[in-house]
């Protein structure tokens, strides 16, 4: 699995802005006692996993099998270039299952536009490999394309989109009653593969065409046991994020001169960083506040997970420092300090640090809405208050994404 770069798309004079060292001195400081240099370090740890979203869908009734006639229907959330994977066994068979194509059903058209309605040619029989198709003996072979059925007369697919959310819905209607390979469909598994900027995670999952099955995908083809593939979905399914590079700012008095919480967005740039890691108009609008000494960037590209950045800053006695970065995976959050945090301050500040929602975009599943810059996409506009993300989506503990020190 390649874990390359990571892109939180900004406009480029954002990115050239985020090398300038700036800062304004305020002449009423000189005379007190000597400054300090610190150095403030900000380290994505992160750990990406293969799958952004999975689960599981079965039918309803007294047993869990899809019968014909019966339809079922999932939700998931995706953004350009994710696709949806889904496994089911083909019941009236040995060792065959349903699954899309590789990496999955293709979700967007090439101009970024949401597919939706029938789908059913994205769905294919195949061949486990793993026992005889007339005895039922164990065998090893490859797992191959099942080449005389047509898998799209047995199980129809439709989607449904939403933009506003970058959620779809798609359903799985049993359409095999009265053909020559009617069956009924197992409980099956499903995932989108997780996205860093330039390339799926894992854009083969469940099973490789033309190799031999694993264990998971074996259970489901020869008794259409999901336990095995849900336990490992579940381990590898997980919310990531890059980082933007990361203001700091170097103030004196009570009010944190980045934002206040439970108030808009006041316009000067947060919106800027929180949407599309853009530090620079926030950067010249704090240069030019009273109560600001010195405003530093850290790092001039998005920091991925397993990297860190640093800015190096002065500070007199008495001052003290704010801080914020784009979490790069969403419509418009951002890290920042909630608590005070005196400029002599050393050591670990991460237990001081919050993921905030600027109020300034509508929410997507992290690291799969179409509107997220991750995709090259606008958030769509929203005018609510700065707020703690709550507990919508399962993102990731802070202490679990980012560190920030001071030495």
């Known amino acids: ?83 949806l994977m889904l496994a089911t ?10 699954a899309s194509q590789q990496p999955g059903i293709k979700l967007f058209d090439m ?24 005895t039922g003996q164990p065998e090893s072979k490859p797992i191959m394309q099942v080449s005389n059925v047509n898998a799209s007369q ?10 506003v959310t970058s959620e779809f819905t798609l359903t799985i209607t049993n359409t095999s009653g009265g053909t020559a390979n009617e069956t009924p469909f197992s409980p099956g598994v499903w995932a989108v593969s997780n996205y860093n900027g330039s390339q799926l995670l894992n854009s083969a999952p469940f099973f490789t065409p033309n190799a031999l099955s694993n264990p998971e995908i074996t259970d489901i083809a020869q008794m259409g046991n999901i336990d095995k593939m849900k336990l490992k979905l579940n381990a590898n399914t997980g919310i990531m994020t890059g980082l933007s ?15 206040e919480l439970g108030k808009s967005d006041s316009g000067m740039g947060l919106k800027e960083i929180a949407q599309s890691g853009n530090v620079t108009k926030l950067q010249n609008s704090l240069k030019a506040l009273s109560n600001v000494k010195a405003v530093y960037i850290a790092g001039n590209a998005p920091v991925t997970p397993g990297n860190k950045v640093m800015a190096a ?10 801080y914020a970065t784009m979490f790069g995976f969403s419509n418009d959050w951002f890290y920042a300090n909630e608590q005070s945090i005196e400029a002599n301050a050393k050591g670990d500040l991460t237990s001081k640090t919050t993921l905030f929602d600027s109020g300034t975009g509508i929410d997507q599943y992290p690291g799969a809405g179409n509107h997220q810059a991750l995709f090259g996409g606008t958030p769509q506009p929203e005018n609510m208050n700065i707020s703690k993300v709550g507990s919508q989506y399962p993102v990731p503990a802070v202490q679990n994404v980012i560190k920030v020190t001071v030495n």
């Open 245 to 259: 590079p990361a203001i700091v700012v170097v103030y004196h008095g009570d009010k944190n001169p980045i934002y």
């Open 154 to 163: 047995l199980m129809k697919l439709n989607l449904a989109y939403n933009d």
């Open 1 to 83: 699995m390649k874990k390359t770069f990571f892109k939180i798309v900004a406009p480029a004079a954002g990115i050239l802005a985020a090398l300038v060292l700036a800062s304004c001195d305020n002449s009423e400081n000189n005379m007190m006692d000597t400054p300090s240099q610190r150095t403030i370090t900000f380290e994505n740890i992160v750990t990406p996993k293969d799958f952004v979203q999975s689960g599981n869908f079965q039918g309803t009734g007294t047993a869990p099998v899809i019968l014909p006639g019966q339809s079922v229907s999932i939700k998931f959330s995706a953004g350009k270039t994710q696709a």
């Open 313 to 322: 800053f002065t500070a007199d006695p008495g001052d003290k420092i704010a």
């Open 89 to 98: 066994m083909y019941g009236a068979s040995k060792d065959w299952f349903f």
């Open 111 to 134: 101009n970024g536009n949401a597919i939706t309605g029938d789908v059913s040619s994205s769905v294919l029989l195949w061949d486990n490999g793993t026992k005889d198709n007339m």
